[in-house]
């Protein structure tokens, strides 16, 4: 150590200040990635450990099976409904409404982002309406859409497009307004329009935001086909589930919740897929 | 090709009130020139660049590029910014295609044109890679490469190396000179950094800060073929003692100002 001259001492003693080292961790260090194979085990763990629990609960007696069905019942049940028909009928019926609905909205909600972010003006003129509007909760339009459409297919899709429009079209406006102001000026000092600055600058640099925005409000879409079929529908995984709660078959209710479960998982992989095969710059 | 800025003043408006950041700023850029403006940070050096890209509008004065009035931006001023504006979609060559491509050159001529530049810049490796593959003073490269392609007739430089290390920063300096002797682009370059100024610079001119203004002009005789050598040669030192000089002491008379105001 250099001894400085004149150098008053620290008002502490070094001795009393405990120097800790940590050791470095694996598995509680934050925000680093951790080995392929811990990670996989983690997520077997993930399904693993709720599924025993399951089993064991229902296997133990502890609560009345009428409740709690058991695994072997659930897989029974979803077997029987497949056989009868109406598995694939069902999903068929939900997935459409689903896709109309959402595909709708993202139609609509991609150049209405784009365009709130990128235009002052646009924004000034629609942000307060639909600041309001999407507080307005998607289910309480049943009644008004039920009235003006009918009870055919017509209302359910509505419902769908409304409740993901807002959500859907704000994200993607709050993600143009972080496009980089000087990437705007390099390419306008490169000779590019407005029109190009928009198509060919803008669009391309939020494209992950938007698929990000549609994982995020696709699962909006499955909370609210299922709460339209339970008010009225003839198939549908939601309406089934209500049929099912009328006859008391708790383990059609949990086959079709689960089924519900892995299809949303099914459909977020695929724009987890289309973000990683399409916009390579934006994944690691 | 000849760049004029004649009683050029700039006001903002801000919440704290008015602003002026440039005030009766002249200055020009002949053909071929390479030409430095420095000044310490806030002086207006950026405001300025951007006022000659067409970026922003001067509150009163001129910029004229072969007696046309910048009204503005346009792909004769090449415009190379600070931060790293590439599109990070697009590949290397993609990026040094793009301009020409908003331009609509077609497809087959511009993939020559940027690969002549990129080559030029020597980057033709990297064609293919993504820009976050790159590295800082490697991206730059690609920016001004970029910004050649189109043949500007001068380019314009906001502090291109500032966020860049010592060493690699003064490999840009020298990769920059050459690309200059061979392209014979006129440039005007922005910068804080009084000694790459004086390497790379024909003229510089010297900001004050507050209002922004040009304090002096100064021709850097030390010819045109500079390399690492000039770095040593007394008058190197003696241009750079001199701009030291005048940017200290306009920063003393901004501090006497404010004190006395
Ligand atoms: N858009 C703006 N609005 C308000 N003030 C600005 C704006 N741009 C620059 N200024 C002010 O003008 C002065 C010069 O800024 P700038 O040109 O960025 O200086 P430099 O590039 O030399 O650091 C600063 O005081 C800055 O705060
Ligand atoms: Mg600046």
């Keep these: 150590m250099i001894e400085l001259e004149g150098f008053s001492p620290p008002l502490l003693q070094r001795e009393t200040i405990n120097h800790k080292v940590w050791k470095p961790r694996t598995f509680w260090r934050m925000g680093e990635p951790i080995p392929g194979h811990l990670s996989l085990g983690l997520r077997i763990l993930s399904i693993v450990v709720p599924f025993c629990l399951w089993w064991a609960l229902s296997a133990s007696g502890v609560v009345n099976p009428k409740f709690l069905p058991s695994p072997v019942e659930v897989a029974q049940a979803f077997g029987r409904l497949w056989a009868e028909g109406y598995l694939l009928e069902d999903v068929r019926a939900s997935v459409t409404r689903v896709g109309l609905g959402f595909l709708l909205a993202a139609v609509l909600s991609v150049p209405l982002g784009i365009g709130m972010g990128a235009f002052a003006t646009v924004r000034s003129l629609l942000e307060p309406i639909m600041g309001i509007v999407r507080y307005m909760p998607a289910p309480a339009f049943i009644p008004l859409l039920i009235i003006y459409l009918g009870l055919d297919e017509a209302p359910k899709i509505a419902l769908i497009f409304i409740g993901v429009i807002f959500f859907n079209t704000l994200m993607i406006m709050d993600a143009v307004k972080f496009v980089p102001k000087h990437l705007l000026e390099a390419t306008y000092t490169l000779g590019g329009s407005r029109r190009q600055t928009l198509m060919q600058v803008i669009t391309p640099f939020v494209v992950p935001n938007i698929l990000d925005a549609f994982r995020i409000n696709m699962a909006s879409a499955w909370n609210l086909v299922v709460v339209a079929e339970l008010i009225a529908a003839t198939e549908g995984l939601g309406k089934r589930i209500a049929i099912a709660q009328k006859f008391f078959r708790t383990d059609e209710i949990f086959a079709y919740l689960i089924l519900l479960g892995v299809i949303g998982f099914l459909f977020d992989l695929l724009l987890r897929w289309v973000l990683r095969a399409t916009c390579k710059w934006a994944v690691d | ?261």
């Design chain 2, 1 to 261: 090709m000849h760049l004029e800025v004649s009683e050029l003043n700039k006001h903002f408006s801000t919440a704290k009130g008015k602003v002026i950041a440039l005030k009766d700023l002249n200055l020009y850029v002949e053909q071929g020139e390479f030409v430095c403006v420095v000044g310490a940070s806030g002086s207006g050096k950026s405001t300025l660049l951007r006022l000659v890209a067409g970026l922003d509008q001067p509150t009163t004065g001129t910029i004229t590029v072969d007696q046309q009035s910048v009204i503005g931006p346009g792909a004769d001023r090449g415009m190379v910014f600070q931060d790293y504006t590439l599109y990070p979609w697009l590949t290397v060559q993609k990026n040094v295609e793009f301009g020409l491509k908003l331009q609509g050159v077609s497809a087959k001529a511009r993939r020559e044109q940027a690969s002549y530049y990129l080559d030029m810049v020597g980057l033709s490796a990297f064609a293919q890679s993504l820009p976050k593959q790159l590295s800082g003073g490697m991206k730059q490269r690609v920016a001004i490469a970029r910004a050649l392609a189109s043949q500007p007739k001068i380019l314009l430089m906001d502090e291109p190396f500032g966020a860049l290390d010592i060493q690699t920063k003064e490999t840009m300096q020298q990769f920059t000179l050459d690309l200059w002797a061979r392209t014979g682009t006129s440039i005007l370059m922005i910068t804080h950094d009084v000694r790459e100024a004086v390497f790379l610079s024909q003229r510089i001119y010297v900001m004050t800060a507050r209002p922004g203004t040009v304090r002096a002009e100064i021709e850097v005789a030390l010819g045109t073929a500079r390399t690492a050598a000039t770095r040593e040669d007394p008058r190197f030192k003696a241009y750079q003692d001199q701009v030291i000089d005048l940017l200290t002491h306009s920063a003393d008379q901004a501090v006497d100002q404010a004190l006395i105001g």
